[in-house]
């Protein structure tokens, strides 16, 4: 990367995809200059919408993909976990060496086992995810060394992309749901810089509810030891306040 302070960006953004673009409009909003990637020309136009600067970046392990990133302040990594770790890796080091001062990872609930338990960010295992068949803790491992945050996020719930949706995988009706608003991720990202939140921190609704729940009106629940829940306790201690923290009362549940 580049080192003229005057084209020093505030936020980049590596993958600039569903979440990427929620964040970059926003950040454009609050009158920062961000940048995004993306492995295709094609997505330029809805990344130039957020007032972002669309930049190509793929993580293929075939060049060197930091060459084409212009230098920025804090940088958020948000790609599919079947990229080029080591190429991914590189950009985020080379990017801590010059002028970023802190990255933040989104990662996933995956690392944590599937048995029954609640997990906080020290049960993470190194297997591989039944989602996308990739090991995310090594992804993470590889990626971080300081000024890092790595939110290992639940399901995202948003603008188009709604809980019910036909395409999501519906699950038992009595499990807990392990989601997470767009709107609760995007303030944790800038939580976490502002914090300096270094290491794991869980992201998922700290509010307990069924799937069958969230169909209607009923209490919260409280974990049984015969579910597998997250631990968001990090996270709240570290003062962040969710805007969304119950699942049934959260908005895009429904197409």
């Keep these: 990367m580049g080192s003229n302070v005057k084209e020093c960006y505030g936020w980049g953004i590596i993958g600039c995809g569903w979440l990427g673009r929620a964040f970059a409009r926003r950040m454009s909003e609050k009158g920062e200059r961000v940048w ?34 212009p230098p920025c302040r804090r940088l958020l990594v948000a790609v599919s976990p079947r990229v080029d770790v080591q ?23 995956s690392v944590y086992p599937t048995e029954p338990g609640r997990y906080s960010e020290e ?16 992804m993470e491992q590889s990626m971080t060394r300081y000024n890092t945050t790595v939110l290992r996020a639940g399901g995202l719930i948003g603008p188009g992309r709604p809980l019910f949706r036909p395409s999501a995988p519906q699950g038992a009706p009595d499990k807990p749901l392990v989601v997470i608003h ?74």
């Design 36 to 69: 995004g990637s993306t492995q295709s020309e094609h997505n330029f136009p809805a990344i130039a919408e957020t007032g972002a600067l669309p930049i190509r970046c793929n993580f293929d392990g075939k060049s060197p993909p930091q060459s084409a990133c």
């Design 182 to 255: 767009q709107e609760d991720v995007i303030r944790a990202i800038v939580h976490a810089t502002e914090q300096k939140l270094e290491g794991p921190a869980n992201l998922v609704c700290p509010v307990s509810r069924t799937r069958s729940e969230c169909l209607g009106p009923a209490p919260p629940t409280e974990p049984s030891a015969a579910n597998r829940s997250i631990s968001v306790g990090r996270l709240l201690d570290s003062g962040f306040q969710f805007h969304h923290p119950d699942p049934a009362a959260m908005p895009h549940l429904h197409p």
């Design 87 to 109: 190429s991914l890796a590189i950009a985020v080091q080379s990017a801590l060496q010059d002028q970023t001062r802190w990255v933040v990872m989104i990662s996933s609930t």
């Design 123 to 138: 049960d993470a295992v190194d297997r591989i995810s039944p989602h996308s068949g990739v090991r995310i803790l090594h």
